[in-house]
């Protein structure tokens, strides 16, 4: 047997509803969707740092490239921290 779905197959079964069996519920409880987003003043205040960094690292470029690179490096991993927060 062919393990493998056609792009066809595909669009049927997304394109007719009826045929699907939705046995989960969706509705989303409005109290626990407030207690998943982040702290915005956080991020922002993150974000902030970062671009004070980034900016730092961008005037450094024409004295001393490897301390520009570094401190690029650094903006970069604030800004995972950053996407974290």
């Known amino acids: 047997m062919n393990n493998k779905t056609t792009e066809r197959e595909l669009n049927d079964f997304l394109m007719n509803r009826e045929a699907r069996n939705i046995s989960q519920d969706y509705t989303v ?8 987003y982040p702290d915005a003043k956080k991020h922002q205040i993150v974000s902030f740092i970062k671009s004070g960094i980034r900016i730092l690292g961008y005037i ?3 004295f001393n490239l490897l301390w520009a690179a570094g401190i690029l490096v650094v903006s970069e991993v604030v800004g995972i921290i950053e996407e974290l927060v």
Do not use: A, G, T
């Open 29 to 36: 409880d409005p109290i626990k969707l407030e207690n998943n």
């Open 60 to 62: 450094l470029i024409p």
